[in-house]
């Protein structure tokens, strides 16, 4: 996001990200309940990439501080519903693969767009949003056959236990 060295407008945009995000999961998880997660997490995802790829596209402050808005609103709701969507899979250790990627990621992604840095941060936030939009286009291919609507159908049912005193009544 900062693709120019120095001033506040840097600092900013991070306030910005961690100011979006703090809603964020618990928007995506209350929409997860209602509508398919995969659909949801292929919005979130190209929300996402077009808040990566804004200020490689334009430069400008105002697209810098409107990716951080971007970026900060999708970043834990990705994760949010990339989890409960592999979870819902029933995939033996889903959830533990998603986090390893995740993690595969978060060492790989540095290590490869170190050489596209000596221009700036043009070519390495555009090949991040590739990346997302990768992820969005699993995203539309999970939505085939998976149940579009996630409501109180396709959780387990909550059971009540019993007080004490209701225990020891016949």
Do not use: D, K, N
């Not at 292929?42 to 990439?49: D, E, G, K, N, W």
């Not at 533990?96 to 840095?117: E, F, K, R």
């Not at 990346?131 to 998976?146: S, Y």
């Amino acid at each position: 996001m900062a693709s120019r060295a120095g001033g506040l407008w840097p600092s900013g945009a991070w306030v910005l990200v961690g100011l979006a995000a703090v809603p964020s999961a618990a928007l995506w998880a209350r929409l997860g309940r209602r509508w398919s997660r995969p659909g949801l997490l292929l919005t979130a995802l190209t929300v996402q990439a077009v808040g990566i790829a804004l200020p490689a596209v334009t430069g400008s402050t105002a697209a810098a501080l409107g990716s951080a808005v971007l970026f900060g609103a999708t970043f834990l709701g990705v994760s949010t519903l990339s989890l409960a969507t592999g979870a819902h899979l029933r995939f033996p250790r889903s959830v533990a693969l998603l986090t390893a990627g995740y993690s595969v990621g978060q060492i790989l992604g540095p290590l490869v767009v170190a050489p596209l840095l000596r221009h700036g941060y043009h070519q390495a936030l555009l090949l991040a949003a590739l990346v997302v939009l990768a992820a969005a286009a699993a995203a539309a291919v999970l939505r085939i056959g998976f149940p579009h609507h996630m409501g109180a159908e396709h959780t387990a049912p909550v059971r009540r236990l019993r007080q004490p005193a209701e225990a020891a009544r016949p």
